[in-house]
């Protein structure tokens, strides 16, 4: 059975719930808070082992201007666009494609070549970082983006086939039927019936990918190195001074490169919503 809804809970529960909230999304936030408070502070707060208190001046701007202008952030965030944009693009892409042969086609070996998709999502990437980063220097991409775009699209064409395979799978399959007995084409029934159908799929899994290669520090720090090629994950550590970390710099440079995810989800929350709920009420 489901749980009943808050309203018909008694009221001890109801007033258990609403005092738990807060106290959730305070602890939820509170990293968030102290970096932000971090990112305002002037460095001789750290010097002098004000971590958590008051600080003893605002620097905000001054710790955001260095940020931009004193230091290679804003080529690191270049760096992140470059990188993310095509490997949403290609992942996605390429999974609509197997998405939609494997969902509509029946030819055999399909369910093996499905569940080896899924398969490599289950691998570690600690196991592959050696052998990855050998075949990037073999094929002379280390530490360039084209490397680590190439390496992000097949990393994460898994997980994008299996969400765009099942959604696929739960359209109405007389369109596809109908379309063919009207003699029309393969490519045409996948980019003029089957791929507008998929728009919430594709923005849902557009915020997802975005998100987890934006955010990528792993295979940044293995496959890359220097402000020519990696992305901002890994470029924040370059505030890190020879004995000691700028912590006012990183702070505000993490501020920074928390932003585009953010304003990425916003942007499309209602697709985003949408291609995750779909098909969950009949």
């Not at 750290?46 to 202008?69: H, Q, R």
């Not at 220097?226 to 912590?247: D, H, K, L």
């Not at 928390?258 to 942007?267: C, I, T």
Request: hydrophobic share 55%.
């Amino acid at each position: 059975m489901f749980p009943r809804p808050i309203e018909t809970q008694p009221r001890a529960t109801q007033i258990t719930y609403q005092s738990l909230i807060p106290v959730a999304l305070l602890l939820w936030l509170a990293p968030l808070i102290a970096v932000a408070i971090f990112s305002i502070k002037p460095d001789t707060d750290f010097t002098s082992g004000n971590y958590w208190g008051w600080p003893a001046e605002f620097e905000g701007f001054a710790n955001y201007g260095k940020v931009f202008f004193e230091s290679d952030m804003p080529r690191y965030l270049m760096n992140s666009v470059l990188i993310t944009v095509p490997t949403v693009i290609g992942a996605v892409a390429l999974s609509a494609m197997t998405g939609f042969a494997l969902g509509v086609y029946k030819f055999r070996g399909n369910l093996w070549i499905f569940f080896m998709f899924v398969a490599g999502n289950f691998v570690p990437f600690q196991i592959l970082m050696v052998p990855v980063r050998d075949l990037t220097l073999d094929l002379g991409l280390y530490n360039t983006k084209t490397g680590l775009v190439l390496f992000h699209i097949a990393f994460q064409t898994g997980f994008c086939t299996l969400f765009m395979r099942n959604f696929i799978r739960a359209l109405p399959f007389e369109l596809i039927e109908a379309a063919r007995v009207e003699g029309v084409a393969e490519w045409r029934i996948f980019w003029f019936i089957v791929l507008p159908l998929m728009k919430p799929a594709i923005a849902a899994l557009s915020v997802l990918v975005f998100t987890f290669i934006w955010n990528d520090y792993f295979w940044a720090v293995v496959l890359t190195q220097g402000a020519e090629s990696q992305p901002v994950t890994a470029g924040i550590t370059s505030f890190n001074a020879q004995y000691r970390a700028a912590y006012h710099l990183m702070s505000a440079g993490s501020i920074v490169a928390a932003l585009p995810p953010v304003a990425m989800f916003f942007l499309m929350q209602r697709h985003f919503i949408a291609g995750l709920t779909l098909g969950a009420v009949k």
